[in-house]
């Protein structure tokens, strides 16, 4: 996710005016209302709570400097998502105006807290640490939930430090508590909270660093170098407590020590499995074409394949490979005989959306099964798929990922966003999808509610008792989502719609921005 353009100079806080009065704080909502992509969560597809806030600048920009002066409060929900292993990410889902007064306000300070650490060049930094460093043995290791557990108070020493702007760091301080209720934990997903998360973590990072330490840093994942075991022992032993000073715990799962050695081999298996691959389908796909020359003498000549098409079929060899691994073995062993093949599904899925065959419905769901973060590529896939080759049916991929017994928010959320882009409806499996998208909109969630009355409008299912339920029950979260539904669904009764229309100016946009799109495409 991007970051919002940079604000006008501010003037240093607490500066006098003309008149010798002390200058007000600014903080520059409309910026940042005016670049929506700067508050979409990431890893989450383009909510429609947000979407057709599109042309609402000035609206959102008001309201986001009411919640900033403490005038209104932060609507907001939070929602279950996946992580790597069983269990679950808590993900706040504020409203849209509010993620624009936490992004805004994060912004105003932002040259004074210090680089931030998701750098493209970072990441290449920490990824190749191993390899530049000489040391013996290397060490790992992450923080448990590290977000989750930010003391709002400690957080807050470390911007006054950083900031001098008591002011920001206050207002900062009030919006963080009514989203967390606990004192603790930055809202996920965002940009203005990674680079909150920096400053909290480098005291860490700098600590070691004085205790003659090599580390190098990417978020809450450490690398530090060392000449021996027992060197290694001293790193994890300091960074416990130094965790411990800021309330944060390390990961007994993620610290590892291990030879330089061994990771620089691991590495090389890891390539030379996916070279190895490379080459059988290159061989594979070589081809041999026979010539007759000027003087009518048959020469042969070998043809080599392209980098596609040579990396289509790498692909296509491994998913089809990693399915087979998988599925002969119980559930609970199958971690153990990926190996290398986990790193590369999502690349795979990725590469083969323009492959003109198209990956069974049973490989997609045994890879969305087996790893659930990776339902946003499959869902992606599926999409594009649709677009490309509308010959194609989209729909038992769909209905066999919606009929899934494991469905978090999160899953429901790209699953509604993919039947909203899927356009094509001609198949048998049209109608249960459909009538798994009315479940949804019942969902306790309300931002699941309002993605699944989006995809129900989309597709001329949503109900006029339907939506004023919905309307009934939604809050400042939600409600000009569902008048951006009501101005896509047909026959909506025009009492209605002015009684939604006429209950706010978001309302009112919202519901323009979806005419003004269907008067576009017409």
């Known amino acids: 996710m991007g970051v919002a353009s940079r604000t006008a100079p501010q003037k240093p806080h607490g500066g006098p005016n003309k008149k010798g009065a002390p200058m007000a704080y600014r903080i520059d909502t409309i910026s940042v209302a005016k670049e929506l992509d700067s508050v979409k969560l990431e890893h989450l597809p383009g909510l429609i709570v947000d979407e057709c806030l599109t042309d609402c600048a000035k609206e959102l920009s008001a309201t986001a400097d009411m919640i900033l002066s403490g005038a209104m409060t932060l609507p907001h929900e939070t929602l279950a998502m996946p992580k790597k ?31 931030k650490s998701r750098e493209e060049e970072n990441w290449q930094k920490h990824e190749s640490f191993t390899a530049r460093n000489e040391s013996n043995y290397i060490v790992r290791f992450d923080i448990v939930s590290f977000y989750e557990y930010i003391d709002h108070d400690v957080l807050s020493q470390q911007l006054l430090t950083h900031t001098l702007n008591p002011e920001a760091v206050q207002k900062l301080g009030r919006v963080l508590n009514s989203m967390t209720k606990t004192g603790r934990g930055l809202p996920q997903l965002l940009s203005a909270s990674d680079h909150l998360s920096d400053v909290y973590i480098s005291t860490l990072e700098r600590r070691l660093a004085r205790d003659g330490y090599p580390t190098v840093r990417y978020a809450d994942d450490f690398t530090a170098a060392c000449p021996d075991w027992e060197t290694a022992n001293v790193i994890i032993e300091r960074a416990a407590e130094y965790a411990r000073d800021l309330g944060l715990v390390l990961s007994s799962e993620k610290t590892v020590i291990k030879k330089r050695s061994t990771i620089i081999a691991e590495a090389e298996a890891g390539a030379r499995f996916i070279n190895d691959y490379i080459e059988t389908a290159k061989s594979a796909l070589m081809v041999e074409v026979f010539l007759w020359s000027r003087y009518g003498e048959m020469a042969k000549e070998s043809q080599t394949p392209d980098d596609k098409e040579a990396m289509e079929a790498t692909m296509w060899s491994l998913v089809h490979d990693w399915y087979k691994r998988v599925t002969e073995v119980e559930p609970e062993d199958s971690f153990h005989v990926e190996g290398h093949y986990r790193p590369l599904l999502r690349k795979a899925i990725g590469l083969l959306r323009g492959c003109e065959e198209r990956i ?4 997609l769901h045994e890879i969305v099964f087996k790893h659930p973060l990776f339902l946003d590529s499959v869902c992606g896939y599926v999409t594009a798929r649709a677009e490309t080759y509308p010959r194609e049916d989209p729909w038992k991929a769909i209905h066999k990922l919606s009929a899934m017994g494991r469905q978090s928010p999160w899953a429901k959320l790209w699953l509604l966003d993919t039947v909203a882009r899927t356009n094509v409806r001609n198949s048998w499996s049209y109608l249960p999808v459909l009538d798994w998208v009315d479940q949804q909109v019942g969902d306790r969630h309300e931002v699941v509610r309002a993605q699944a009355a989006w995809a129900a409008s989309c597709h001329g299912r949503l109900s006029e008792g339907n939506l004023t339920k919905l309307y009934t029950h939604a809050s400042p979260l939600s409600q000009h989502a569902l008048a951006a539904c009501m101005a896509k669904q047909e026959g909506i009764g025009k009492g209605i719609i002015q009684s939604i229309k006429q209950d706010g100016p978001m309302n009112r946009k919202a519901f323009d921005w979806v005419q003004n799109k269907e008067n576009s495409t017409s």
């Open 360 to 363: 069974p419905e049973d490989i």
């Open 85 to 115: 292993k069983f269990e679950p990410r808590p993900v706040i889902v504020a409203s849209t105006a509010a993620r624009v007064a936490y992004t805004a306000l994060v912004n105003s300070v932002s040259d004074s807290l210090g680089p």
